[in-house]
């Protein structure tokens, strides 16, 4: 008997049929022997409804009244399984974030788990119950709602999976899977079967939506085997978990491109130690995050440094660096806008050589100058014109054998 | 600098609009130099809509998750009740139940207060706070989320304002007040200025919708002053108080009419001792709720029994009236629906006499026959024919001079 928690998202619970196939999902786990904790979302559609009436009534809604108005959805959801599973004559309890001590911070919206009790759920197991749980939300030590932000719900279930040491945690949402590359970009990608913990970080940290970063960093640190599968599809999705022998047979198991970053160069900028610091200081203080820099060699004691910030915070950038770049005697400053980022993931690639030639010979192949490179143990991410983007990313996919089935995947 | 409490129906926070009239009407009290501690429902037509998702998911939902899935309707209007609070820079803060330590029974979906901590509105007033609390709700002995039942938000209001001894709790409603009857059919019916609590249950308790009796006794039994009041216009509204002097000046407050109800009546019942208690036990155990009960003298060791119930539960009844009345050798049953109950209220009935006199007399002098009669120290109650009713409202109205603007009210 293994014991699973199983998340469904938003669009699962969406309507009165589909919390009814999700009950049919929860039987049919609890008739396999298994015990069951079940996480949901709020209906999809829901958060945005009541996000408007917060809107409509202050421009600027508190957060914590915002938490308090947004964590009803889940309890709606919640309440509407458990009535359904009860119908069924199986024993299900609704439980809030509180009620299974969730304990969070106060960064109202944002909230991190500082602690998961648990206790109500344990004892709920003992006496054959299954807890329907609410995603999304804790309580801090004022015993206020928070909420967790993005992803919420999935972090919830990680977390309850972690603490009760639960076999698996499978979160059920509208895609099958983590795939090869985004399958709207490269038709030819296919569904990973088992991929490990770092490089769904990566993934998921380089564009990948269908699992945010803070929920795998979670199932890592608590080592939970973490599944994603579709709740509308029967079938077997992707197995997040450590790395094993396997998982190195291959030298890239993903590659994504991120269309969401700019360029900022300063071109003509004196070489003296401590530049980049005195350049990025307040741009880290302004709560811009720099992702990829390059400092060219100088010539004639002049360098060009180049970096990336969010496509988004560049009108709340600019000044900033207008100022620094003109304290530090920079001969200009320019922004790129249309850039995209495309990277390979894998950790194959500690054992593999010559994936970042083959990458830049493949790209150099199809006539796509690079622009920035940045590499790590088990990635390597170009900047390359924004154009280029879906050509660059299909024929490394194939370049690197995506197309096939990975050995040992 | 007065303590009040003030609660908002469902109606008064149906819309956003309306919301910002509740927010005028609490910054005003406040700008008064009062502490106001705010009481909210749910939106009008959210508690409707969430039963239909209950209802739609299961036949017959579970009362616990029901109560889990009918909370979250106040949490959304203190929450956005206290966002815009907040914006216009006063210092309002949103708290559950739960938060505000409303402790009740594990009767789901009508529990009944068991004590009222209250502590963190007390720390919220001493640091200026305005506590905008979610009615209708508390939590049991084990944590769970229980509802009130109806009428369960002004419980919520009373309760706080008994705990914290406010000097007054004010029910602001759809209504500015209680009529001397309902204006819908006696048009000259006035609003009545001031009501003891007794007046005022007997009014409630008989069909005057305007407040819950549960309400109206919490107030009475820890003297709080309860004022009924119009979310929608400007004025005074009716004080319900402890009896005064002045109280007693008039004879009748108040006139109420009740369709509700259905008469029975077991013709031929041997008369011996305890024939009651036989019939009316089995009645009482399938909790249905017996009003007025007559016997009629005997007439060669025979009597006739009648009683009324309410109208709703006449199929439910009469199952085991036939059977007991087989067992106990009556000759036959007789149902009778098309009856009204129409009463005079008034603590004044004490002092004077001859109100039964005149209210038969009033009766019999518009051909209206009278069924039954029941009299407390405050009330006498008639049933009449259904058809009578508002002629027989009217009449009484005029006769104890209810159009005219009583004397010391």
Do not use: W
Not at 42 to 71: I, N, Q
Not at 145 to 171: E, F, H, P, Q, Y
Not at 185 to 212: C, D, F, H, T
């Amino acid at each position: 008997m293994a014991l699973i928690v199983q998340k469904y998202g938003g669009t699962s619970v969406g309507s009165i049929e589909r919390i009814h196939r999700v009950a049919d999902r929860v039987e049919q786990a609890v008739k396999e022997g298994n015990k069951v904790i079940v996480v949901l979302s709020a209906m999809s559609g829901e958060t945005d409804r009541l996000m408007k009436l917060a809107h409509d009534v202050a421009a600027l809604p508190d957060e914590r009244e915002l938490d308090m108005l947004l964590s009803t959805g889940e309890r709606v959801t919640i309440a509407l399984l458990a009535m359904v599973l009860r119908g069924r004559g199986l024993d299900a309890r609704s439980f809030t974030g509180r009620q299974v001590g969730i304990m969070t911070d106060s960064a109202h919206t944002r909230a991190r788990i500082t602690r998961v009790a648990a206790e109500r759920i344990r004892e709920a197991l003992t006496r054959g119950v299954i807890p329907v749980v609410a995603g999304f939300q804790g309580i801090n030590e004022h015993s206020d709602v928070t909420t967790l932000g993005r992803g919420g719900s999935d972090l919830t279930a990680v977390a309850l999976a972690g603490a009760l040491k639960a076999d698996r945690c499978v979160i059920f949402t509208d895609v099958d899977g983590v795939y090869t590359a985004d399958p709207n970009i490269v038709p030819s990608a296919r569904r990973i079967n088992r991929i490990a913990y770092e490089e769904m970080l990566e993934m998921a940290s380089l564009g990948a939506k269908v699992l945010q970063s803070r929920s795998v960093e979670f199932a890592a640190k608590y080592n939970v085997p973490l599944e994603v599968n579709s709740s509308f599809k029967e079938g077997k999705g992707t197995l997040v978990k450590r790395e094993d022998a396997d998982m190195e047979a291959v030298a890239v198991s993903g590659i994504t491109g991120d269309r969401n970053q700019a360029k900022i160069t300063l071109v003509g900028v004196p070489d003296r130690p401590g530049i980049a610091a005195r350049l990025l200081g307040p741009i880290a203080k302004a709560n811009i995050l720099v992702d990829m820099i390059i400092q060219n060699v100088s010539h004639e004691s002049l360098t060009d440094f180049s970096f990336t910030i969010p496509r988004v915070d560049v009108k709340k950038a600019m000044p900033i660096i207008e100022e620094t770049a003109k304290d530090i005697g920079a001969k200009s400053v320019s922004v790129t806008e249309a850039i995209a980022k495309v990277s390979l993931v894998g950790v194959g690639m500690r054992s593999h050589s010559g994936v970042a030639a083959k990458m830049f010979d493949v790209l150099s192949h199809e006539g796509v100058n690079i622009m920035m490179i940045s590499t790590s143990e088990i990635k390597i991410s170009c900047v390359i014109d924004e154009k280029y983007m879906e050509l660059a990313m299909r024929a490394l996919h194939a370049a690197f054998g995506l197309d096939q089935t990975p050995v040992g995947k």
